[in-house]
């Protein structure tokens, strides 16, 4: 069953001369359960294609529907409600809150939400994401690495169905990062969820189980990965 | 050095939005430290003319001088200006109860003083004179030049065994001219006539001619020092130095510093520091990663420093003229618009001193304020800037503050995030929340000022409501007759009538019960006094005493006189309970004190001379001054007592004086004319009319109000600003952060409920503080002024403290409307790019 699908999916930064077409019609279909990685060169358009899927950004043409419902028929507000539900993010700067303790900071998508924390849901993510004894520091008293094992708890703590992440170990060494994505996937698999990932990393993106490539704002190739 | 300057430049134009919030943030800061300047200097200069107006243009007078040592005076090169009197003495009418003196003035004095004609000229040749308008009117002396009437005049003097002696004679006199009233003259009964200084030397014996010099200091000289000098080289007793200390005192010649007014600049200087500080550390903050990679391709620290100074001094050099320009501008607008005449300030007084003060503190300012913030800049290392997080990270707190959880649910997370975020730049928050908490202090203080100077009550010190009605001598009383036909009158909202008797009322004491200041006083000073033909009684000196009954009305607003004691009015009523005034010297008597006092009783209807009786009162309170001024005070002491007991005591049914309010908005003539009909029904009454004096105070008060006012809006828009500047700055920094919060699905509701709590929480922070430092400041004050202004009561002010809190939380939330229209239209996923 198809969770995830984009339709003629195009985006057109600026106007007139200085315009740039980061995206070009593209057509992709993700299903549940799935783990997608998406490569491609820097520019090619990734990081565009997942603001678009994510419903953080308004294409300049056509859809994205997830669960069959076109997010992009919402209003701001409703978005905004459907995001933190739905959809859950990891970029490659964890963006922590600063002034929220760690987690203060996972369970801030469900206060936001006025949502009753389940807390042993909450234990489960930080002891499978090691970061148990560090709930309670703020992100300047945390590593990298555990500030982005952090962010993925956030990205979990309401039980999204999607789950987006762009390049979420670009900026952490590859011991530490390969550490990271086991952690994520253990979690996905657990939690029955889909993960779309940006990645520059061939390793990583075979463990995936489709490799998506762009270039210059098109999919070049979709390839189911042989295990 | 010139590539790196003009980065300044480009960086000044780029921000332009920036650039011009700081230029406005310097003239702000400008203009209101050029407005205090100008605004005191004007207020200075307004009461040195009031002064100069009121009791003449001279610094001092020397009494008793020979014709030898006033030439001496007139050729001394420090001395500008010297006038000469001589007094002939006083004339008294039977039927009246001013005091009329009649003196000899040069033309010199006359300028000084400042006395000038409504008709016909000065006196020159023998037995001219020449009378205020007033004293014309009330005694009905024809005002035609060539005028002549006979008035006889009397002077005391002390004789050469040392005597007080009393030398009376009579002249005729020419009316010659008529002159403008003098100030108060009126109110107090009081008038001066002038003749010619040889028509004193023709009427008075040589042995009691006086010359007294009134002189003008040179303005280069220090008026102190020169008197000093003027007095010991003519060899001067003390006793003949008079000083004009109003004058002197406003000059600020006297060595009192003004605590107050200090205080008021220096925080004024605080909170303008403040803001521009406030305004070059966010502009600092805003560009951290623009130092660091000036710094990574091979800026010096010591470059970027001077490229930051660089950048102040020319905002300096736009935004301080026209900061002086803008202060001048609203300082003359208020000044032009609130006084047209007779003002504390009637005209804008700019000196070069108030513009080069505003310069150096507003340039001064600037440099204090960019110091710090270069500093920064300058130790941005290269490799944290250029990392992409280094900004957010340097703005994330290590420390947790407590949230207690009562606020939890109230605020909810966003409560709480703006809550955290306060304190993410310590020392922006802190410098924006002091800024706010001036405003606040200020407010307080001024609202306290204003509201303990309670103009109502001054106004009760100069005046007595509208008019007053007065008979100061003699057996002749109001009746309560009189009393009720003013109460009658259409429009008179109230009467306070006084009862009086200035003689016959004898202080009874010996040498043991008053202290020794007191018994040296009253034999050097009364005893030998040639009316003073008191015998001892029972072993007991005797002394005059002023003694007054008051109403209820009357007895109840005299609380601000209160030294001592307390002021129970249902005990004066019916006991002979006693408020003393210390006049001259305090005998030394304390609340509880009992006194005798020796009563002449006199027939009501006939002034005839019934016998005498002694009384003992007991004391309530003690009065530092009289309530009431009847203009002329017997020797020793006043004493209050309730007009019930005045009955009793001396038997006097009738009024001596009535001090009458009317409603506002009623015809003022036809009201003037019945009270004129009552006041003439005894031929010594005189009738004052306080309009004019009433209208002037009302202004003055009307002034300082808007002053003060325009002062607190000034401020409190710098401290708005300040706020602005914050919270856009904090906003600007967690632009991703706000991204990312959006990423998770934060609503925009939501955003701005957390921003918005964020400015409300600066607000109530600054409230707190504001309010505490406010009310103590407010109470210094209190004990500071309380010496000087005896009308100023203690209350904690609730009021603009309540009045702080809801200002400043609507301004906290208003601050934030600017900025959160940025976020809100802010795209999500740029706010993420934005430092990737
Ligand atoms: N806000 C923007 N304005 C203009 N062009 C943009 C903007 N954001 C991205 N682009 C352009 O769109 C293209 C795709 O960018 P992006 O999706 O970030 O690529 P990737 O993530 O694959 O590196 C690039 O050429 C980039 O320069
Ligand atoms: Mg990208």
New binding site residues.
């Given amino acids: 069953m198809d969770i995830l699908k984009s339709e003629n999916l195009s985006k057109t930064?600026?106007s007139g001369e200085i315009s740039?077409d980061?995206l070009k019609n593209v057509d992709f279909t993700v299903k549940e359960g799935e783990f997608v990685a998406v490569v491609?060169s820097?520019?090619?358009?990734?990081?565009?294609l997942l603001h678009l899927l994510g419903g953080l950004d308004r294409p300049t043409n056509g859809k994205v529907l997830i669960n069959d419902r076109d997010i992009y028929t919402l209003k701001e507000r409703d978005l905004s409600i459907f995001r933190r539900r739905e959809i859950g993010f990891i970029f490659q700067f964890y963006n922590l809150v600063p002034v929220l303790t760690a987690k203060e900071n996972i369970t801030l998508p469900l206060l936001l939400d006025g949502r009753i924390i389940d807390n042993d849901y909450i234990d489960e993510l930080l002891s499978t994401l090691k970061i148990k004894d560090r709930k309670e520091h703020l992100p300047s008293a945390l590593s990298g690495g555990q500030q982005q094992r952090v962010a993925i708890a956030r990205a979990l703590a309401t039980k999204p169905s999607i789950i987006f992440a762009d390049e979420p170990t670009g900026n952490l060494d590859s011991k530490i990062s390969s550490e990271v994505l086991d952690l994520l996937r253990i979690s996905i698999k657990k939690y029955h969820q889909t993960l779309v990932m940006?990645t520059h990393d061939e390793e990583v993106a075979k463990t995936a189980d489709r490799i998506v490539t762009?270039e210059d704002g098109k999919i070049i190739s979709n390839e189911v990965v042989v295990k | 050095m010139r590539k790196y300057n003009g980065l300044t430049f480009k960086y000044l134009k780029k921000q332009k939005q920036r650039t011009a919030l700081t230029l406005l943030g310097i003239i702000l800061s400008v203009a209101l430290i050029t407005s205090i300047g100008i605004f005191g200097e004007s207020i200075k200069h307004g009461m040195v003319q009031q002064v100069l107006d009121l009791k003449g243009k001279y610094h001092g007078t020397f009494d008793n001088l020979d014709d030898k040592e006033i030439s001496i005076l007139k050729k001394h090169t420090k001395v500008k200006n010297v006038g000469i009197q001589t007094p002939l003495g006083g004339y008294r009418r039977e039927d009246s109860s001013l005091t009329i003196s009649i003196e000899g003035w040069d033309k010199n004095l006359i300028d000084m003083i400042g006395r000038s004609l409504l008709k016909g000229r000065w006196p020159r040749d023998n037995n001219e004179i020449v009378l205020e308008r007033w004293l014309l009117e009330q005694l009905e002396i024809e005002p035609r030049i060539g005028n002549k009437f006979t008035w006889k005049y009397d002077m005391t003097y002390i004789d050469e065994e040392g005597k007080w002696n009393n030398y009376e004679s009579e002249a005729e006199f020419t009316l010659v001219g008529i002159m403008k009233d003098s100030p108060g003259g009126k109110a107090t009964g009081s008038s001066l006539s002038l003749v010619s200084i040889n028509t004193v030397k023709n009427l008075l014996p040589k042995a009691l001619l006086n010359k007294n010099a009134f002189f003008w200091v040179n303005d280069t000289y220090s008026i102190k020092d020169t008197l000093d000098e003027l007095q010991s080289s003519l060899k001067i007793d003390d006793d003949n130095v008079r000083v004009n200390y109003e004058l002197l005192n406003i000059l600020g010649e006297n060595d009192k510093v003004n605590f107050p007014i200090i205080f008021l600049i220096a925080i004024v200087l605080i909170a303008t520091i403040g803001a521009i500080y406030n305004i070059f550390h966010i502009s600092v903050m805003e560009r951290i990663k623009e130092f660091g990679t000036l710094r990574s391709i091979g800026t010096t620290p010591k470059q970027i420093k001077k490229m930051l100074f660089t950048e102040g001094f020319f905002l300096s050099v736009i935004s301080i003229p026209v900061g002086i320009l803008v202060g001048f501008i609203f300082s003359k607008l208020l000044i032009s618009n609130l006084s047209i005449v007779n003002n504390v300030a009637n005209e804008v007084v700019v000196s070069f001193k108030v513009i080069i003060t505003s310069s150096i503190v507003g340039l001064l300012a600037v440099f204090i304020s960019i110091y710090n913030p270069a500093r920064l800049a300058s130790k941005v290392s290269p490799i944290e800037a250029m990392g992409n997080d280094s900004a957010v990270l340097k703005e994330g707190t290590t420390k947790k503050r407590k949230w207690h959880s009562l606020l939890n649910s109230l605020f909810g997370v966003t409560g709480k995030m703006a809550y955290q975020n306060l304190w993410r730049n310590k020392k922006r928050s802190v410098v924006t929340i002091f800024s706010m908490t001036l405003g606040c202090i200020l407010f307080i203080v001024f609202s306290f000022i204003n509201s303990s100077a309670d103009f109502d009550n001054i106004l009760d010190d100069h005046l007595h409501g509208d008019y007053s009605i007065m008979v100061n001598r003699g057996m002749e009383k109001y009746s309560v007759k009189d009393l009720e036909s003013i109460n009658n009158i259409e429009g008179i909202k109230e009467v306070k009538a006084i009862k009086f008797r200035g003689f016959g009322f004898n202080l009874m004491f010996n040498e043991e019960n008053v202290n020794s200041d007191f018994l040296k006083y009253f034999k050097e000073e009364i005893l030998k006094f040639p009316h003073y033909n008191q015998k001892k009684k029972n072993g007991q000196y005797l002394l005059e005493s002023d003694v007054f009954g008051y109403d209820d009305k009357t007895l109840s607003k005299i609380d601000k006189y209160l030294e001592k004691g307390n002021i129970d009015i249902k005990r004066m009523k019916e006991k002979p309970l006693a408020l003393f005034i210390n006049s001259r010297v305090d005998p030394g008597y304390r609340v509880g004190d009992k006194i005798k006092f020796n009563v002449s009783l006199f027939d009501s209807d006939d002034g005839k001379y019934i016998r005498d009786k002694e009384i003992e009162l007991e004391i309530g309170g003690i009065l530092n001054f009289y309530p009431i001024n009847m203009g002329i005070y017997s020797m020793g002491p006043g004493i209050v007592l309730h007009e019930d007991m005045f009955k009793d005591i001396l038997e006097i049914d009738g009024y001596s004086r009535f001090d009458i309010s009317i409603e506002p908005k009623i015809i003022r003539e036809k009201i003037e004319n019945k009270l004129e009909g009552i006041t003439n029904k005894i031929p010594g009454g005189t009738f004052v009319d306080y309009e004019k004096e009433k209208k002037l105070l009302q202004k003055q008060k009307r002034q300082i109000k808007i002053m003060v006012i325009s002062l607190i809006i000034v401020i409190g828009l710098i401290g708005f600003f300040n706020i602005v500047n914050t919270i856009t700055t904090n906003l600007i920094i967690r632009t991703r952060e706000f991204g990312m919060l959006r990423a998770i699905g934060i609503t925009n509701k939501q955003l701005k409920k957390m921003v918005r709590l964020e400015g409300m929480f600066y607000g109530i922070v600054s409230a707190f503080w504001g309010s505490i430092l406010g009310t103590i400041l407010s109470f210094i004050l209190y004990l500071l002024f309380k010496q000087e202004a005896t009308y100023m009561k203690w209350n904690t002010p609730w009021i603009s403290i309540l009045g702080v809190c809801v200002g400043t939380i609507i301004v906290g939330v208003l601050a934030t409307f600017i900025p959160l229209k940025r976020i809100s239209s802010m795209n999500i996923v740029?706010s993420i790019?934005n430092v990737e």
């Fill in positions: 930064y600026g740039v980061a491609g820097s520019g090619s358009g990734k990081s565009t940006i762009l | 740029e790019r």
